[in-house]
């Protein structure tokens, strides 16, 4: 079992920059791939970004190409989602992840969820 609690979101300019955590409990922590999804109102859950358990391999959605940077600290068993130059298309719930490899989490195969923070961009 794995316990992912995530902070971090709030309200935002557009324009602005958050920083969401998502910490994670258990000794294997850092054996698992992580990962951001986010669910907008009225839309469906997407996948935003994935890191390998070494940190080395990211994945993310074109959309945040550019602007979000996906990062883990596995002394820590934290992973951050650096979000920069939000736009209020980014408003949505975020949800902290992880799974077996970053890739198979790009294709929503997820083992744990967190229970989501909430980020609004305002234009």
């Known amino acids: 079992q794995v316990q992912l609690v995530e902070s971090g979101g709030g309200l935002v300019q557009a324009g602005g920059s958050l920083r969401l955590s998502c910490a994670a409990s258990?000794?294997?922590?850092?054996?698992?791939?992580m990962a951001w999804f986010r669910q907008a109102p009225g839309k469906e859950r997407e996948f935003v970004a994935a890191?390998?358990?070494?940190?080395?391999?990211?994945y993310y959605v074109d959309s945040v190409k550019g602007r979000f940077t996906i990062s883990r600290d596995n002394a820590k068993n934290t992973v951050h989602l650096q979000m920069n130059s939000l736009k209020p298309d980014d408003t949505a719930v975020y949800y902290c992840s992880c799974g077996s490899s970053a890739y198979s989490l790009t294709k929503g195969v997820v083992d744990y969820w967190g229970k989501g923070t909430l980020v609004t961009v305002s234009s």
């Open positions: 890191i390998s358990s070494s940190g080395i391999n990211t």
């Open positions: 258990g000794r294997t922590s850092s054996t698992y791939a």
